[in-house]
């Protein structure tokens, strides 16, 4: 069987439920060759996870998914193939997890405002960086709401009273730092963009890839993804967006890239390691 990489998944350093060696673990049930880690906002889970990877013969290719905001929109970039050595990546890192702390606690303030007060000590105890699918269980936990769904629905989605966006990079900031530190920049999910424009405004920056393989979504969907991407030559991405029980119709693996694909990704990760072996 040809090889294949999942390089779009949680850890429960973000809002996937999985450890890291559970994650591992399950990569190699799932006869995964390799894998990105690529959680919300932080790469803590790549603390211990090389040398778990390592032990399990998967190869394990840094990433991380950041929150940034083109013209009032959402946008979810994947950054890959960045040194874990690369302090000025990290210190980068660093601030967009502090944005999204600050977002958290005006998020919680307003929850606290309509009725609904949450103990966020307790919330971060077993969880790195907090989003809102934590808080969504916690509001159910407590018996606010009768779902995560109504969490969402009635108070935490976007142009809901509890929302908050929070501070978060521009599109072009990130890719002028990502690219600072020789790391590729891939649109996310590009299937979710709200509109036409907002596609067209946003494969007009410097990205170098795009994810056109993604979770369940089927070949047919994606078509339009790889000719894009063909048209502009950017490199051809896909991951399961795995989140463990947190979106428990997700499989690890749903979607993958073969070795081909992975091993540009991979051959920039060497290089940056290289580069950064001093640091
Ligand atoms: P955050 O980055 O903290 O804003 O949270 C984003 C996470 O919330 C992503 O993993 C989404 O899958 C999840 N999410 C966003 N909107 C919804 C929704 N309407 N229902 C369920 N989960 C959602
Ligand atoms: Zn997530
Ligand atoms: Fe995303
Ligand atoms: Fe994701």
């Not at 601030?95 to 309509?114: D, F, S």
């Not at 969490?151 to 600072?180: L, N, T, W």
């Not at 499989?251 to 540009?264: K, Q, T, Y």
């Amino acid at each position: 069987m040809s090889k294949r990489y999942d390089l779009h998944t949680h850890s429960n350093f973000s809002d996937g439920s999985d450890t890291v060696d559970k994650l591992l673990d399950h990569a190699l049930e799932k006869n995964l060759s390799g894998l990105s880690i690529t959680d919300h906002d932080t790469i803590d889970a790549y603390l211990s996870a090389p040398l778990k990877a390592e032990k399990r013969n998967l190869q394990l290719l840094p990433g991380v998914e950041i929150s940034s905001v083109h013209k009032e929109h959402s946008v979810h970039l994947l950054v890959y193939s960045f040194s874990l050595n690369d302090q000025k990546f990290k210190s980068f890192i660093r601030e967009q997890q502090e944005m999204r702390e600050a977002r958290n606690l005006k998020m919680i303030e307003k929850l606290k405002k309509h009725g609904m007060p949450l103990d966020y000590k307790k919330l971060k105890e077993d969880v790195g960086v907090i989003g809102r699918p934590h808080i969504a269980n916690a509001l159910l936990k407590l018996g606010y709401v009768e779902s995560v769904r109504e969490a969402f629905d009635r108070f935490i989605k976007e142009d809901m009273p509890c929302y908050e966006p929070g501070a978060r990079p521009s599109v072009e900031q990130v890719i002028e730092i990502a690219h600072r530190s020789n790391a590729f920049v891939v649109l996310a999910h590009p299937h979710f963009l709200k509109n036409a424009k907002l596609e067209r405004e946003l494969l007009s920056l410097p990205l170098d890839g795009l994810e056109v393989r993604y979770a369940n979504f089927l070949p047919y969907i994606e078509k339009k993804w790889e000719k894009e991407a063909d048209k502009r030559n950017l490199i051809k991405t896909g991951g399961s967006d795995y989140h463990g029980t947190f979106k428990p119709h997700i499989e690890l693996g749903a979607s993958w890239v073969r070795e081909d694909s992975f091993n540009i990704l991979w051959q920039r990760y060497q290089e940056n390691e290289h580069l950064h072996k001093t640091d």
